[in-house]
């Protein structure tokens, strides 16, 4: 599979779980979390986070569309994703024991992924 075939995958995902986390984000908080899953609080994180993983996904799509620079948006992914899979890690006691593994998993592998195809795409 090329790259640039990853990165629209990656991309799609992306935007799927952002306009899941938008649109349904007390779903989600509950599938996810042990408590507190569908709070407010929960609910205004998680749109954040999709919101976040939307306009991530549809300036990669953009930039590829368009075969512009790619690479920064693909960073900054990179970086997110790192991110996520820190918290993760130390919220692991407020998620479901199924869901911690998947969600780590993802996205260290998102993470990893994504700082890969910056620089295959640069």
């Known amino acids: 599979m090329e790259a640039r075939d990853l990165a629209v995958g990656l991309a ?40 976040r993983d939307l306009a991530l996904g549809l300036g990669v799509l953009t930039a590829l569309d368009r075969d512009g620079p790619v690479h920064g948006w693909l960073r900054a992914s990179a970086v ?11 919220a692991r006691d407020q998620l479901r024991p199924t869901v911690f593994p998947a969600a780590a998993g993802a996205a260290t592998g ?5 700082g890969w195809l910056s620089r295959e795409l640069a």
Do not use: Q
């Open 110 to 114: 998102g993470a990893l992924l994504s």
């Open 12 to 51: 799609g995902g992306r935007i799927a779980i952002g306009v899941v986390s938008l649109v349904a984000p007390g779903r989600l908080g509950r599938a996810m979390m042990r408590s507190d899953g569908d709070s407010r609080a929960t609910r205004l994180i998680l749109r954040a986070l999709g919101a």
């Open 80 to 90: 997110v994703d790192g991110l996520d899979a820190v918290g993760c890690l130390l």
